[in-house]
């Protein structure tokens, strides 16, 4: 069967550089070849991230490290910073877990701000906050500045987040920021299959972590620190994705990290330019675009072009690009177009050409 390239949200469009580190032959996750592997990318993860901590991996998709902070941090009460299905979804599973849980709602399209998180933080009930950095369901990029600035007005308090969509794409200064966890998914900026996620997390977690009796195994933090110690994970890691991440990082700081993020910025802004091309509005409030993909609105708010989603998508799909029709409560009303990963201003004006083609049949 033909293939048809991702631009959804993720997982994106995967290398063939990379399937093919991905293929490397199997070693022992207990070896010296591993520890090697490890311990070779450990840097470059480091720099990805501005940290002097260890960059952990987890053989889970994000949600598994989303749960897993919940577990090691939460003894009081958790903030839930809400704005789209991911971000609302956590306070769903802060309860799942057991965790005494408040949402912090706004708007769909809205970003969290942060005198919002510290208004609420104010009234001393929680010990931690659940904040996603680039909500990847309404293309909304929150302003994570403020909320390291309301880190900084509440040192105790433990700070998860997910920048799972944003991770690699644009700064993100893990020791600057001050945040306990910070987390991505391998298939979405990154540009891996799925089945991994990079985190990082700070010694104040740590020791807030090893106040919790019941943080489990598996995602115990502590576990993690432990054995990146040693370049290790804490059990049989999925190799293939190091291979793979191995090879990721030599493509980052080959292209150069200030350019990468560059070129998502000039690829989003294309995207911008072609939607307006067409009539449509964007579905972020103005001024909180993500850089890495394109929510375009398309009769959820008021404004702008409306246009069957589905039908756009199915008829861009059999041009051999695919492209996703909207998430959640916003699926139809508005429209996704990804850029992240390896998409350059070449093969997004592929899509373009596509998606005319596309727009025209629609009629
Ligand atoms: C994709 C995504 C997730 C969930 O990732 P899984 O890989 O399904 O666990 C969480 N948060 C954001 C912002 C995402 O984009």
Same mark, same amino acid.
């Given at each position: 069967m033909a293939h048809v390239k991702l631009f959804i949200p993720g997982p994106v469009e995967v290398s063939a550089k990379t399937y093919e580190a991905f293929c490397t032959p199997m070693i022992g996750h207990r070896s010296k070849a591993f520890s090697g592997l490890y311990a070779g990318i450990m840097p470059q993860l480091q720099s990805l991230l501005s940290t002097k901590r260890p960059v952990f991996l987890s053989t889970s998709s994000a949600w598994g490290v989303m749960e897993g902070a919940l577990r090691n941090l939460v003894t009081k009460k958790v903030l839930n910073c809400m704005c789209g299905a991911f971000s609302d979804k956590w306070l769903d599973v802060s309860k799942r877990c057991g965790k005494e849980a408040e949402g912090l709602q706004v708007e769909w399209g809205s970003p969290i701000r942060g005198e919002q998180v510290a208004e609420r933080l104010k009234t001393g009930q929680f010990d931690a906050v659940t904040y996603v950095h680039n909500e990847t369901s309404t293309g909304v990029m929150s302003p994570i500045e403020e909320l390291a600035e309301v880190k900084r007005q509440f040192p105790d308090v433990m700070f998860i987040v997910d920048t799972v969509s944003s991770m690699s794409a644009t700064p993100l200064n893990f020791d600057a920021l001050g945040f306990d966890v910070m987390l991505a998914g391998v298939q979405k900026a990154f540009a891996l299959p799925p089945g991994m996620a990079v985190f990082a997390c700070s010694e104040a977690a740590l020791a807030k972590s090893a106040t919790v009796a019941d943080r489990g195994y598996y995602f115990d933090l502590h576990e993690f620190e432990k054995n990146a110690e040693k370049h290790m994970t804490p059990s049989t890691p999925t190799i293939g994705h190091i291979y793979a991440l191995q090879s990721k990082l030599e493509d980052f700081f080959a292209e150069g990290l200030e350019a990468r993020y560059a070129r998502h910025l000039k690829t989003v802004k294309m995207t911008h330019d072609w939607a307006a091309k067409h009539g449509f509005t964007l579905f972020p409030d103005e001024g909180y675009a993500s850089v890495t993909l394109t929510c375009v609105n398309n009769g959820a708010k008021p404004g702008g072009r409306v246009i069957d989603a589905q039908k756009l998508t199915d008829l861009t799909k059999k041009r051999g690009f695919l492209i996703n029709a $909207?998430? $959640?409560?916003i699926k139809g009303t508005t429209f996704r177009i990804s850029n992240m990963g390896d998409e350059t201003e070449a093969s997004m004006v592929e899509l373009f050409s596509a998606l005319d083609e596309s727009m025209k049949e629609l009629g």
């Open positions: $909207g998430y $959640g409560k």
